[in-house]
């Protein structure tokens, strides 16, 4: 199968194991977008293995057009600024997509269903990662939760493998939402979030991790507090730490000059 068949073989799969969708007429736009949308909104449950083959070559070869991103084509702070203080050798600051990154673990921000974003095609770090990885995240994330019998609380992480990513991990922690304003149990819990996620990459003997900017955007979380916090953390956590390398992945200018201004 090349790209173009396998596209629609898993449209047409996942709209014939739903009464709701079996006879729905397609509207004749991106069917890439369709295809994400369907796997958005399906619930987690058991899917032929034939389909789930398909589905990965599908999406292993998406990662491949849209370009994997290794550790050596990101430099550190010391290499791209120059700066030579402590651990300058063990950060960076990358702007870009993080699904494209090929670290030990990228971190998600989550929500405290731990599921994944069902929303189609929403705009959120959550749903662009479970779109990447494939429908066996939003299984394993759900296997993880019904053993756990609750929510996963704020400032919490927890593991799980990477699928179709480039990464081998997904580290998943839910970020405080700020509502009504900033207050110090947002801040401590936002501190949690970072520390959380860098214990349990040491955990794992995990040698990279790559931090999205948790918490801001729709959690409101002011984004200049938010990289100074993060960056705080990072740089009390490293001195006793195995972690060589740990990445603060950006995506908005704004966010950008932040971390540069920081580090």
């Known amino acids: 199968m090349n790209q173009e068949e396998r596209l ?21 736009g991106d069917r890439k977008r369709i295809l994400r949308s369907l796997m958005n ?31 050596n084509d990101i430099p550190t702070i010391q290499e791209q600024y120059g700066r030579s203080s402590a651990y300058a050798s063990r950060i960076s600051i990358w702007q870009g997509d993080i699904t494209r990154l090929s670290a030990d673990a990228i971190v998600n921000a989550a929500n405290s269903k731990m599921l ?3 929303i189609p095609c ?36 927890l593991i799980t493998k990477g699928y179709n990513l480039p990464a081998k991990y997904v580290i998943h922690t839910v ?17 949690a979030c ?5 214990e349990l990459a040491e955990q794992y003997e995990l040698k990279s991790i790559a931090f999205c900017c948790i918490s801001t955007g729709e959690f409101r979380f002011p984004n200049d507090i938010a990289a100074s916090i ?6 009390d956590y490293l001195p006793d730490s195995r972690i060589e390398r740990v ?9 950008l000059l932040l971390y540069q201004q920081l580090l």
């Open 8 to 28: 629609d073989y898993l449209i047409k799969e996942l709209c014939q194991e739903s009464a709701e969708y079996q006879h729905i007429t397609l509207p004749n």
């Open 41 to 71: 909104i399906r619930m987690p449950k058991p899917i032929r293995r034939e389909f789930l083959t398909i589905q990965d070559d599908y999406l292993k070869e998406e990662a491949r057009t849209k370009g994997i991103v290794s550790l």
């Open 116 to 118: 994944g974003c069902f």
């Open 122 to 157: 929403h705009g959120c770090i959550d749903n662009a990662i479970h779109s990447a990885a494939g429908m066996e995240l939003r299984a394993e994330c759900n296997t993880i939760m019904l053993q756990r019998n609750r929510d996963l609380s704020t400032g919490e992480a």
């Open 175 to 191: 970020g405080p939402i700020v509502y009504p304003s900033l207050n110090e149990t947002h801040k401590q819990q936002l501190t």
């Open 194 to 198: 970072y520390r959380s996620c860098l």
């Open 230 to 235: 993060a960056v705080r953390t990072v740089l």
């Open 247 to 255: 990445i603060f992945n950006v995506f908005k200018e704004e966010d």
